[in-house]
């Protein structure tokens, strides 16, 4: 019984990413879109929480691009076409509003 | 069958919109009979708070509507434990009875509902 955590603010600004983690089960995934992709810059305190999540974090790519960021963490890149199917394969989506 | 939602409530109550909206979806899903429970979660456990007076804000009661919840059918109330904590608060501090969760129980609660909605 997998969640999609969806996040779309900065974590910069705004604790919605360190709430997210703190109820994240194992199986869960979280998928940064929007300003959260600011969370994965190299080097910042964001970017090291993310890293232990690996192959259950995902980012739409045309927002790291348009922001031109590179991660250095392991993150699968998606577009908008794998976002809908990953709201899909997984039972419910958790949109951080 | 109904689906069941969890709604999320993370925001403080006077802040903005975000209490009242969330309140709303509870108030309009409970009146089609939709199994809904609701957990209060960082700031949003401000909601809870007992002995607030919004008449000094100009703004309308919120525990008054959160207190009627068991009447549309909303019974199922949760409150952070973690988030109490980081704001120095009690469970005994809340004029609205909730259950509070240790964050290992968050997750599970979560796997509970079909849909889950966080404002």
């Not at chain 1, 232990?52 to 691009?65: G, I, T």
């Not at chain 1, 392991?74 to 076409?81: F, G, K, L, N, T």
């Not at chain 2, 309009?28 to 609701?38: C, I």
């Amino acid at each position: 019984m997998a969640t999609l955590h969806v996040l779309s603010h900065s974590p910069f600004s705004d604790s919605r990413l360190e709430s997210c983690l703190r109820l994240l089960a194992v199986n869960d995934a979280l998928l940064l879109c929007g300003d959260a992709v600011y969370g994965t810059v190299p080097g910042t305190p964001a970017s090291a929480r993310l890293a232990p999540l690996a192959n259950r974090l995902y980012a739409l790519s045309e927002d790291l691009q348009g922001r031109n960021i590179e991660p250095d963490l392991s993150i699968q890149r998606i577009d908008y076409a794998r976002f809908v199917q990953l709201s899909i394969e997984f039972d419910r989506v958790n949109t951080w509003l | 069958m109904n689906k069941s939602m969890l709604i999320i409530n993370r925001q403080s109550p006077w802040s903005g919109p975000g209490a009242r909206e969330a309140l709303d979806i509870a108030l309009a899903g409970g009146a089609f009979d939709l199994p809904l429970a609701m957990l209060f979660l960082d700031d949003g456990v401000f909601q809870l708070m007992s002995d607030q007076q919004p008449a000094q804000l100009e703004q309308k009661d919120l525990a008054a509507n959160l207190r009627a919840l068991p009447m549309f059918g909303i019974d199922e109330l949760y409150v952070a434990l973690g988030s109490l904590d980081e704001r120095g608060l009690n469970v005994v501090d809340l004029g609205i009875p909730a259950q509070p969760l240790v964050d290992s129980e968050l997750s599970a609660l979560i796997a509970r509902f079909d849909h889950v909605i966080t404002l």
